[in-house]
């Protein structure tokens, strides 16, 4: 790995990847409602960015938004239905070109930060930024949640950075993580060798952009499950039910911003007994358009 870059980092085959989304989904995502609560949805004609599967953009639908425009990479079309317009072939540089004239009050990008783009072996978070920015109206939204960066190493390394394998296999439940998702590697800002976005680089792009920061929050944590593959697909998803029960039980609702981590600390100890993981943080920002 090379000082200063981020390098190509191929996802190893593993028994997750050949699982289903709509399985695995269930067991690493998060309430939506904690991402865009409905007093940001209602009334808003909303931009959903590489909507995955469109869970995020059907409950936007019903929740009570004026429209809702989902994105994809893929060439091929999504449906249009449940009041949701899909548009394909969509990255992170041509969303001004993709949507043409039309402009938003709601943008959300929900875990694409933090992978590489159509651009490049890198995520681009200046170029996404300045794309958000010139779709969204004068006091628009935008809402952005990602995998937050975390270092493998504890110090930072002295003389060349690692092999990137050889940090992960130094970590193997947080390298089981990075394989999974495909990660770029980055450095730390200490040198370390780590994954996902680094928070301060994102609000540089904001402030670079036009766009002012009214929250920043870790709404809870991307929990990845291990030791799960004997498990059928209906077994899995009963599973993530529980999984989701126990989130809304402890994560829904809280005003106040600093009982949350000990919230999820005590998530992740029920958690545990119901399901072997890992975690990992994700950040969420809210900036409004000047």
């Known amino acids: 790995m090379e000082t200063g870059r981020n390098v190509s980092f191929v996802i190893d085959p593993t028994w997750e990847s050949a699982r289903s989304w709509h399985v695995m989904r269930w067991l690493v995502y998060y309430l939506l409602e904690d991402l865009v609560p409905p007093d940001m949805v209602v009334g808003s004609d909303v931009l959903d960015f590489s909507a995955g599967l469109g869970d995020l953009s059907r409950y936007m639908a019903s929740t009570g938004a004026r429209s809702v425009t989902a994105t994809r990479p893929e060439p091929e079309p999504g449906a249009d239905r449940d009041g949701v317009e899909w548009i394909s072939g969509v990255a992170a540089g041509n969303v001004a070109e993709s949507v043409g004239q039309r402009t938003f ?5 929900r875990m694409v930060f933090q992978f590489p783009t159509w651009e490049g072996d890198r995520a681009d978070p200046d170029t996404m ?11 628009g939204r935008l809402v952005v949640a990602f995998h937050e960066f975390v270092g493998l190493e504890g110090h930072p390394h002295t003389g060349a950075l690692p092999d990137v394998s050889t940090v992960i296999e130094a970590n193997p439940e947080l390298g089981a993580v990075v394989r999974y998702l495909s990660l770029p590697p980055r450095e730390g800002p200490l040198g370390q060798t780590g994954f996902g976005l680094k928070v301060p680089m994102f609000v540089n792009s904001l402030a670079a952009n036009g766009f002012i920061v009214e929250a920043a929050d870790n709404p809870e944590p991307f929990t990845y499950p291990t030791s799960l593959g004997e498990k059928s697909d209906e077994e899995l998803l009963g599973l993530g039910e529980r999984v989701m029960a126990l989130k809304a039980r402890y994560l829904a609702h809280i005003p106040d911003p600093y009982e949350r981590p000990g919230r999820i600390r005590s998530l992740l ?17 809210v900036a409004r358009r000047m």
Not at 105 to 109: F, S, Y
Not at 129 to 139: D, M, W
């Open 105 to 109: 009050d709601l943008a959300v990008a």
């Open 129 to 139: 930024t300045a794309e958000f920015a010139s779709v969204l109206r004068p006091g």
């Open 269 to 285: 100890v029920e958690l545990g007994e119901v399901m072997p993981h890992v975690a990992w943080p994700i950040a969420r920002v």
